[in-house]
């Protein structure tokens, strides 16, 4: 079956910092991968997603970036935190036109 | 489209009654449409599915109406429980190759015990 993993959890990290969230797919291959980011009590805004190695597509401009190295591995960075990037990361999968899977998500804090 | 920004709407019941939530969706070309179920500090789960040639689609405790006349759908969870309190989000799959699934702005159900 079909997992998706996502860490850390949670992160504390000072403004100017640098940033690198991980998400991972296990049991697919060629999955359709998004970051999704949801401010508290908001709904999803999407962040990027990629078709394939190497592939990123951004939805909105931004502090972020999110790269692909290998097929089942999504990656979310920023060179320097701002306060704004506060907020709950969300990877998702997808393959078909079927429904997405999230992993758990991590909770971003700038201090 | 995505409205992120809005804070989301509250739907507060009994617990034992009929829930229904609702969702307006944006393109009159998407073909496909799902529930998600979100508790707090946890990723979106998948609860429920439907295909636009269908108006109707029904799984356990959970039924979704689609009205394709009006671009609206609507998930209804019979008998509430106190489990069920979570923000619900509907997506709508426009046709594309990039598989972006357009998120409605979610709405929380809140469950009186």
């Known amino acids: 079956s079909q997992t998706i993993h996502q860490w850390p959890a949670t992160l504390v990290q000072p403004v100017g910092s640098p940033l690198s969230l991980e998400c991972t797919v296990e049991?697919?291959?060629?999955?359709?991968l998004y970051w999704y980011r949801q401010a508290a009590g908001r709904g999803l805004q999407l962040l990027f997603y990629?078709?394939?190695?190497?592939?990123i597509s951004s939805e909105v401009p931004q502090n972020l970036s999110a790269s692909r190295p290998q097929d089942r591995q999504f990656i979310l960075s920023s060179k320097k935190l701002l306060l704004s990037d506060s907020g709950f990361y969300l990877c998702?999968?997808?393959?078909?036109?079927?429904?997405?899977?999230f992993g758990q998500g991590t909770r971003l804090t700038v201090v | 489209g995505e409205s992120v920004g809005l804070h989301l709407p509250t739907l507060s019941v009994q617990e034992g009654d009929n829930s229904i939530i609702n969702c307006a969706y944006s393109?009159?070309?998407?073909?496909?449409f799902i529930w998600y179920k979100q508790e707090s500090g946890k990723g979106p789960q998948f609860i429920i599915d439907?295909?636009?040639?269908?108006d109707k689609r029904q799984g356990q405790r959970v039924t979704v109406l689609l009205n394709k006349t009006v671009k609206h759908l609507s998930l209804q969870i019979a008998a509430t429980q106190p489990g069920d309190s979570a923000v619900y989000f509907c997506?709508?799959?426009?046709?594309?190759?990039?598989?972006?699934?357009?998120f409605g702005q979610g709405t929380t159900l809140q469950v009186k015990p």
């Open positions: 393109n009159s070309a998407s073909d496909y």
């Open positions: 990629s078709v394939g190695i190497g592939q």
């Open positions: 439907i295909r636009s040639n269908m």
């Open positions: 997506a709508e799959n426009i046709p594309s190759n990039t598989g972006k699934l357009i």
């Open positions: 049991g697919t291959s060629n999955p359709n």
């Open positions: 998702a999968w997808r393959q078909g036109n079927t429904e997405a899977f």
